[in-house]
């Protein structure tokens, strides 16, 4: 509400970690999956105020991906147009829509893989593929001072499909500028 363009801190930068498919992918060879892996995040915002209470929190990010194998590369970009309501002085609730793009490329391999029963073998990409997914977009914002909030994000992807569906988040720090 008036906090935030009372501090004169309409545009933010915000640092933080991200992970992709919270629980939905296997992450070692004895079954384990990612549910916390905080991938370094970079975004940026800005925060316009719509009327009163609401504004309109457009954002755009990068996501580096630290744990992928060591024979490809995964790096995701994305743009986020976020609406928020300050449901107190301090607490910003969001929701929007977005548009996730993830860049995979490597020289080519064939990884055999646990699968419960045996083995699999999974082939790595040889050249650049991209994907594009479009987000629902929950999340939370606390402002502690002029200068800092946190927020926690949840992105659902694949919302309409109940086989495919899959949530994503990030924690951020961001700085008010």
Same mark, same amino acid.
């Given at each position: 509400?008036?906090?935030?363009?009372?501090?004169?801190?309409?545009?933010?930068?915000?640092?933080?970690?991200?992970?992709?498919?919270?629980?939905? +992918?296997?992450?070692?060879?004895?079954?384990?999956?990612?549910?916390?892996?905080?991938?370094?995040?970079?975004?940026?915002?800005?925060?316009?105020?719509?009327?009163?209470?609401? +504004?309109? +929190?457009?954002?755009?990010?990068?996501?580096?991906?630290?744990?992928?194998?060591?024979?490809?590369?995964?790096?995701?970009?994305?743009?986020?147009?976020?609406?928020? +309501?300050?449901?107190?002085?301090?607490?910003?609730?969001?929701?929007?829509?977005?548009?996730?793009?993830?860049i995979i490329s490597g020289q080519g391999a064939v990884v055999s893989l646990n699968n419960g029963s045996g083995t699999?073998n999974f082939y790595q990409p040889e050249e650049e593929i991209k994907s594009y997914n479009t987000t629902l977009n929950?999340?939370?914002?606390?402002?502690?001072?002029?200068?800092?909030?946190?927020?926690?994000?949840?992105?659902?992807?694949?919302?309409?499909?109940?086989?495919?569906?899959?949530?994503?988040?990030?924690?951020?720090?961001?700085?008010?500028?």
């Amino acid at each position: 509400m008036s906090l935030i363009f009372s501090l004169h801190a309409n545009a933010l930068v915000g640092v933080g970690g991200y992970v992709p498919f919270a629980g939905k +992918y296997q992450t070692d060879e004895s079954g384990g999956t990612n549910t916390f892996s905080l991938n370094p995040t970079f975004t940026g915002h800005i925060l316009l105020q719509i009327t009163g209470a609401h +504004y309109l +929190y457009p954002e755009v990010g990068y996501v580096f991906h630290l744990l992928d194998s060591e024979n490809h590369s995964k790096n995701t970009f994305f743009a986020n147009l976020n609406l928020g +309501y300050f449901a107190t002085s301090t607490l910003l609730l969001k929701y929007g829509v977005g548009v996730f793009q993830t860049i995979i490329s490597g020289q080519g391999a064939v990884v055999s893989l646990n699968n419960g029963s045996g083995t699999s073998n999974f082939y790595q990409p040889e050249e650049e593929i991209k994907s594009y997914n479009t987000t629902l977009n929950f999340g939370l914002e606390n402002f502690f001072s002029k200068n800092v909030s946190i927020g926690a994000n949840a992105y659902l992807f694949q919302f309409m499909s109940s086989q495919d569906r899959a949530l994503s988040y990030n924690l951020m720090l961001n700085y008010h500028m």
